[in-house]
């Protein structure tokens, strides 16, 4: 049995091996996983890789899910085994790679967690139990972890007592964030009803994450259902940019009402919506179609919206050009180039879309308008990122060769601490 045992790890490691070499060349951008949404259907693809026709969102999302459950590879020959098998398998696997430590080149815990998923799904909590009566104690770790996380992925009211424990026994950065995770990629794959349901059980826990929902979505999944239900978290936007990929029609109908009854967390959804447009049809003409929906977001909330459009992580302010040449308005345009003076952000985009504006007096308008979302930590001199904001500025006005009079405008307002958007 124990010979089986090593031969199976071996062929387990084998395969997560070229899982991991899969992955290091076959991913797609994130652009590229949702640029072909609307098509559900994954071709049959060789385990561990990527179909390069279809390198869509569905498909993508899939690939990972594989990846992370150990791939159908792993899954076929743990599905075979007995209960029993794979307990000894387990804790036989985990014992090897312990002994090895020095010499180990592949990382187990994939393997691991398929096996783990398998028996909790057979056995429930007594799995869990199991794994917390192991000894050695750096066994009974390793495999206890696992245990939780495929509880959590299947069963988040049997995971919360075992993660509390947890928490308390080995310190809340144990297991982090891979609980979370398999909570929200689980309650994912089910559907909507139950991402609310996790939402409501495991409240702020999760609300810091900004993978939520996470994985491939279930098939019907409600995605008005999901946004209308649960606040605004910027996990939720990703929903957002897949469900306007597929129908940006129906999904304009939700986000509009949701702006106008939650306000100015809601706002940053219209990034969302030009992000999942820009990714099937191209930034023209998701600008174009933006534009044309401005009217309908209320006035006190527009500047809002319009400076979310490039602060997502599919656009990269790169479509500063196409949306500034559709916007009908200054203010619009001055809001935009706003949002782009950002420390941390694409400070080329940001020069080019102040230099779109034309006029000194725009600039200055944009500038302040930034600079007002920087006055409490610009005004904070005795902080290292006081410096550095002002720094920024600097340089900013410096390319844009501000009279004097302008810039001591900006720094006056630097020097102010306020709030951009006062309730």
Known sequence: MKFFLLALAGLCAGIFAGHQMAGKNQV????????????????????????VEKHDLASLLRWRLDRASGGPEITGQIERMSSSAIRDF????????????????????????????????????????????????????VVLTRLIAAAAYESPEVAKPWIARSNEEFGK???????????????????????IRLRELYGEELARLHQFPNGPFADGFDFQLLITKLPFESGLQRAVEYWVAKDKEAAWST????????GNLAAHYFGSVFTGIAAVEGDRNAAKWVA????????????????????????????????????PRESDRVA??????????????AIGALQTLGSESLQVQALVSSAKAYSRAASDTGSGYSKQILEHFST??????????SREAVNAVLQTPQDPYPP
């Open 28 to 51: 797609g951008q994130p652009t590229d996983e949702i640029q072909k949404s609307k098509r559900h259907a994954a071709a049959p693809r060789t385990p561990g890789t990527v179909p």
């Open 90 to 141: 387990m804790t036989e696997l985990v014992a090897v790679q312990q002994q090895n430590a020095a010499n180990q080149q592949t990382d187990i815990r994939e393997v691991l967690q398929a096996a783990a998923k398998e028996l909790f799904h057979r056995e429930g909590e007594q799995a869990v139990q199991w794994a917390n009566s192991l000894d050695p104690p750096a066994l009974r770790l």
């Open 173 to 195: 950065g144990w297991g982090a964030p891979e609980f979370p995770f398999a909570l929200i990629r689980g309650a994912t794959g089910r559907g909507a009803e139950d991402l």
């Open 255 to 262: 986000v509009q009402e949701k702006i106008r009854t939650d």
């Open 292 to 327: 044309s929906k401005l009217d309908d977001i209320p006035p006190e909330l527009r500047d809002r919206a319009v400076s979310s459009l490039l602060t997502g992580q599919l656009t990269q302010n790169s479509a500063h050009a196409a949306i500034m040449a559709e916007f």
């Open 336 to 349: 935009l180039a706003a949002s782009l003076v950002s420390i941390s952000g694409n400070k080329e985009a």
């Open 396 to 405: 900013t006005m410096d390319r844009l060769h501000l009279s004097p009079a």
